[in-house]
């Protein structure tokens, strides 16, 4: 049973910093892409991050340079160093694994961005 948990999210003041770690059950991790997206309330969720199996990241414009996404391999983990956060990075955020024409979603953990 394929499994990802996500955890990390929080209450965070502008500008401060978070990051999230997304740990993989039940695949075979270093042969999967990963990604982070996000949804906020009344939006469609959207892309954030992805990395390739190979540690290839890519970036949605709206957070390069603020966001870091990372893997390690040997835990079976990917995460997302958010820094210099903002209002509107307020949102569910998620974890995505991607292979061929399969792909498994986490749960969600929620990023409020408040002062």
């Known amino acids: 049973q394929v499994q990802l948990v996500e955890s990390g999210g929080g209450l965070v003041q502008p500008g401060g910093s978070l990051r999230l770690s997304c740990a993989a059950s039940?695949?075979?991790?270093?042969?999967?892409?990963m990604g982070w997206y996000r949804q906020a309330p009344g939006k469609q969720r959207e892309l954030v991050a992805t990395?390739?199996?190979?540690?290839?990241?890519n970036y949605a414009d709206s957070v390069k340079g603020r966001f870091t996404i990372s893997r390690d391999n040997a835990k079976n983990t990917v995460y997302l160093q958010m820094n210099s956060l903002k209002f509107e990075d307020t949102a569910v955020y998620y974890c995505?694994?991607?292979?061929?024409?399969?792909?498994?979603w986490g749960q969600g953990t929620q990023v409020t961005v408040s002062s």
């Open positions: 995505k694994a991607m292979l061929l024409s399969a792909e498994y």
């Open positions: 039940g695949i075979i991790f270093r042969f999967y892409g």
């Open positions: 990395i390739t199996s190979g540690g290839s990241p």
